[in-house]
């Protein structure tokens, strides 16, 4: 198959992978804007946009036809698991199930989701058995949900409890599991790391409670794109979907 090269220039000086090939999902950034906890690592991940050079990524003309020829809005929802029973004291943290009053908040939610219109395409989730049951009960209450994409990633449970390292964990797993035709993604894991997330992403402080989701948009020809014009803080956040709140 022909490949062609292609470039995109951003903000006049800017270039950056179409179509990047990322590396294992690690992170070492320590970073919070929300909170401010740690200003000099925020600094230094907001180096890590401004600094990218001039770089070419090769595409096959299959992909260049998939691609929108304009931005879009992409949306990312991060949504925490609901509450989870501490019942049974011989379970492990990552083996603990939804509390009643959990699984009614995940009915909830799964709902507004449907009435906002923000049901995602490609849901990336922990393997946590709280977020699998999480998941399960909105796909019981939303069956557009079933036909989503779904893969559970083990360090999104781990990553949670890593002071400031959520953020680009995220946003490695998105682009590497994303294509380009995918508008909208929900991430479901664990405080604090979601909460502090959604604040580096948003430069909000944005809280998280169990089955809290914060609905984010920004712009892009690609999730790569998205993530590197919006910069640390530039997505919009749109709202924070609770169980109880009306819409």
């Not at 509450?83 to 049974?88: E, G, H, T």
């Not at 849901?123 to 779904?150: F, G, H, P, W, Y």
Request: charge should be neutral; charged fraction near 20%; include cysteine.
């Amino acid at each position: 198959m022909e490949m062609n090269t292609v470039f995109l220039s951003i903000n006049s000086n800017l270039l950056m992978f179409l179509n990047e090939s990322y590396p294992p999902l690690q992170s070492s950034v320590s970073v919070f804007c929300g909170c401010r906890r740690n200003p000099n690592a925020c600094h230094r991940l907001s180096a890590r946009f401004s600094s990218l050079a001039a770089v070419t990524a090769t595409v096959t003309e299959e992909d260049s036809r998939q691609a929108p020829s304009k931005s879009v809005a992409r949306r990312l929802i991060l949504l925490r698991h609901a509450k989870s029973s501490w019942d049974n004291p011989s379970l492990r943290d990552h083996d603990r199930p939804l509390s009643k009053a959990g699984k009614a908040d995940a009915a909830q939610v799964s709902q507004k989701l449907l009435q906002l219109g923000w049901i995602p395409q490609l849901i990336l989730s922990s393997d946590a058995t709280r977020t699998r049951e999480t998941l399960n009960i909105m796909q019981e209450q939303v069956a557009d949900l079933l036909n989503s994409e779904v893969h559970f990633i083990p360090s999104f449970y781990s990553i949670a409890a890593m002071d400031g390292q959520t953020a680009e964990h995220l946003q490695q797993a998105i682009c590497r599991y994303s294509s380009d035709k995918i508008l909208t993604v929900m991430c479901m894991g664990h405080n604090r790391g979601w909460e502090e997330a959604a604040s580096m992403f948003t430069g909000a402080t944005v809280e998280l409670k169990p089955c809290n989701a914060a609905l984010l948009e920004a712009t892009g020809k690609s999730w790569e794109e998205a993530f590197v014009l919006a910069g640390l803080g530039g997505w919009k956040l749109q709202g924070v979907v609770k169980p109880n709140d009306d819409l």
